[in-house]
């Protein structure tokens, strides 16, 4: 039976996730996708299955004008969904005569006018092809394609098992599950896979929104956006990392000295729920008081920063534990501190 031809759309996908930058020339990728045109033998035994397969492969006499180029037996490698058939490409050349011509080689130019074609014929066990249909098989093949990489059946228990154990720890913590609304809310549905991409995720949804609203009030350009956001970024890292190092969890206003004080001005604006524009800075205080709505974010930054190699405020740092040496003596006025300590 001959098979619906391949949709259109599904068409300009697989030439663009698969072949758009293979080659140089300048035919259209779609000229690589071998399945357009296709039939199916549906067989009722596994027996008959491979049957037709060597019929398909050891034809004698093969038609001129049919040459197999390649074969896939999904019985033997299976994909990530397990789906079982056998695939056959034929080059259907443009005629009889010019199958006889160039002597099955598919290589040599043609000499006719008509171009040649590239078919599929598809060998499926009908029990197998029904289950596969009711479950939507072909949804879960083209979840695993889109990765971009081949996935092993036996890598695929560990795949899954490490994803369900994320979201059984997202489904713990009130802050990862938090995180993962964030993300879920902004409309983009690509999920993390770890808790680490969580973060890096969510912060990044935050970000972009306060990047939105500057651009409700500025001309911003998609570059101008960007260039935004990483300022930002490195902004709040210069911040968790100096507070951190320090080991405290509030911090202040920046000091109109400082080179982000502008930035942290329109950042700083208090929001809903006492965060500020960035939903994970929050205000504690009226006197302008600040600190990460949980300390992992602080510990994230600070890390970032560190592999950024970004310099140490050491002035600050300095400035800071001295402030804390003398609030420590002011409650403890009989304790004599030994040399190197709080001088």
């Given at each position: 039976m001959?098979?619906?031809?391949?949709?259109?759309?599904?068409v300009f996908e697989k030439a663009l996730d698969d072949y758009w930058d293979r080659f140089s020339d300048e035919v259209p990728a779609t000229a690589c996708v071998t399945d357009i045109i296709r039939c199916r033998f549906l067989c009722r035994a596994l027996e008959s299955v491979a049957k037709v397969a060597r019929v398909l492969i050891h034809a004698n006499p093969a038609p001129p004008w049919l040459v197999l180029v390649r074969a896939k037996n999904k019985f033997r490698e299976l994909d990530s969904a397990h789906f079982r058939n056998m695939l056959f490409n034929f080059r259907v050349l443009c005629c009889a005569e010019c199958g006889s011509l160039l002597g099955n080689s598919v290589l040599?130019?043609?000499?006719?006018?008509?171009?040649?074609?590239?078919?599929?014929?598809?060998?499926?066990?009908?029990?197998?092809?029904?289950?596969?249909?009711?479950?939507?098989?072909?949804v879960y093949y083209e979840f695993f394609r889109s990765k971009?990489?081949?996935?092993?059946?036996?890598?695929?228990?560990f795949m899954i098992d490490k994803q369900m154990q994320?979201?059984?720890?997202?489904?713990?913590?009130?802050?990862?599950?938090?995180?993962?609304?964030?993300?879920?809310?902004?409309g983009d549905f690509k999920l993390p896979n770890s808790v680490y991409?969580?973060?890096?995720?969510?912060?990044?949804?935050?970000?972009?929104?306060?990047?939105?609203?500057?651009?409700?009030?500025?001309?911003?350009?998609?570059?101008?956006?960007?260039?935004?956001k990483r300022e930002v970024l490195r902004m709040v890292q210069k911040i968790g990392h100096r507070n951190h190092m320090a080991r405290r969890r509030v911090f202040e206003?920046?000091?109109?000295?400082?080179?982000?004080?502008?930035?942290?001005?329109e950042v700083c604006v208090t929001g809903v729920n006492g965060t500020t524009v960035l939903s994970?800075?929050?205000?504690?205080?009226?006197?302008?008081?600040?600190?990460?709505?949980?300390?992992?974010?602080?510990?994230l930054f600070c890390k970032?920063?560190?592999?950024?190699?970004?310099?140490?405020?050491?002035?600050?740092?300095?400035?800071?534990?001295?402030?804390?040496c003398v609030a420590y003596r002011s409650e403890q006025p009989n304790l004599e501190l030994s040399a190197g300590s709080c001088t």
């Amino acid at each position: 039976m001959f098979a619906p031809l391949k949709d259109p759309v599904r068409v300009f996908e697989k030439a663009l996730d698969d072949y758009w930058d293979r080659f140089s020339d300048e035919v259209p990728a779609t000229a690589c996708v071998t399945d357009i045109i296709r039939c199916r033998f549906l067989c009722r035994a596994l027996e008959s299955v491979a049957k037709v397969a060597r019929v398909l492969i050891h034809a004698n006499p093969a038609p001129p004008w049919l040459v197999l180029v390649r074969a896939k037996n999904k019985f033997r490698e299976l994909d990530s969904a397990h789906f079982r058939n056998m695939l056959f490409n034929f080059r259907v050349l443009c005629c009889a005569e010019c199958g006889s011509l160039l002597g099955n080689s598919v290589l040599d130019p043609c000499r006719c006018a008509n171009p040649r074609r590239t078919s599929e014929i598809q060998v499926h066990h009908e029990q197998i092809l029904e289950l596969s249909e009711e479950l939507h098989d072909h949804v879960y093949y083209e979840f695993f394609r889109s990765k971009n990489q081949i996935i092993k059946a036996d890598d695929l228990d560990f795949m899954i098992d490490k994803q369900m154990q994320f979201f059984a720890e997202v489904r713990s913590s009130p802050v990862l599950l938090s995180l993962l609304i964030l993300i879920l809310d902004q409309g983009d549905f690509k999920l993390p896979n770890s808790v680490y991409q969580l973060y890096e995720m969510a912060i990044d949804v935050s970000i972009t929104r306060f990047v939105a609203e500057q651009r409700h009030y500025h001309t911003l350009d998609h570059q101008a956006d960007e260039k935004l956001k990483r300022e930002v970024l490195r902004m709040v890292q210069k911040i968790g990392h100096r507070n951190h190092m320090a080991r405290r969890r509030v911090f202040e206003h920046l000091p109109p000295t400082d080179p982000d004080y502008g930035l942290w001005n329109e950042v700083c604006v208090t929001g809903v729920n006492g965060t500020t524009v960035l939903s994970f800075v929050k205000v504690i205080s009226q006197l302008e008081l600040y600190q990460f709505t949980h300390l992992s974010f602080q510990v994230l930054f600070c890390k970032e920063a560190l592999d950024k190699r970004q310099p140490l405020d050491f002035h600050a740092m300095v400035k800071d534990v001295e402030l804390q040496c003398v609030a420590y003596r002011s409650e403890q006025p009989n304790l004599e501190l030994s040399a190197g300590s709080c001088t």
